[in-house]
């Protein structure tokens, strides 16, 4: 594949896209979880019986720490994958009843993600400014 340089305006509308999906992400799932931890484990769902706390850690580290390393650029194509997978969960597993109108905050969540999973985070991204720097 030919290593092409995207223009200023595809790398700043991903770095846009990163910034506002992460912190939507971070800030209406992630963090509630982290700072009402015990309550969420009373009333997250379970839908494979590994009990709350084996289901709510997965969705933390999902809705806080990959939306962190998205913001920075960081394994990013990785981070995404996770939050897919939580997300296809919530909105296969746990809710199979809701219809689109419910459930289109998941599933505008998952086109982003699935977005920045297919083009990676840019060329505005602390991975790569590292790659450049000790290549």
């Not at 931890?37 to 289901?55: A, H, K, Q, V």
Request: charged share 15%.
């Amino acid at each position: 594949m030919k290593n092409t340089v995207a223009s200023p305006r595809i790398n700043s509308g991903l770095l846009f896209l990163r910034l506002t999906g992460s912190l939507l992400l971070l800030y209406v799932h992630g963090l509630p979880k982290v700072f009402h931890f015990s309550e969420e484990l009373t009333r997250i769902e379970d839908p494979f019986g590994f009990g709350p706390y084996m289901s709510l850690i997965p969705a933390i580290v999902a809705e806080v720490l990959c939306p962190l390393l998205i913001i920075l650029g960081v394994s990013t194509r990785l981070a995404c994958l996770a939050i897919i997978a939580v997300l296809l969960v919530a909105m296969l597993a746990v809710h199979p009843n809701w219809s689109i109108a419910e459930g289109q905050f998941g599933w505008l969540l998952l086109i982003i993600f699935t977005t920045l999973a297919i083009t990676g985070p840019g060329q505005w991204s602390l991975e790569r400014k590292v790659a450049e720097r000790f290549a």
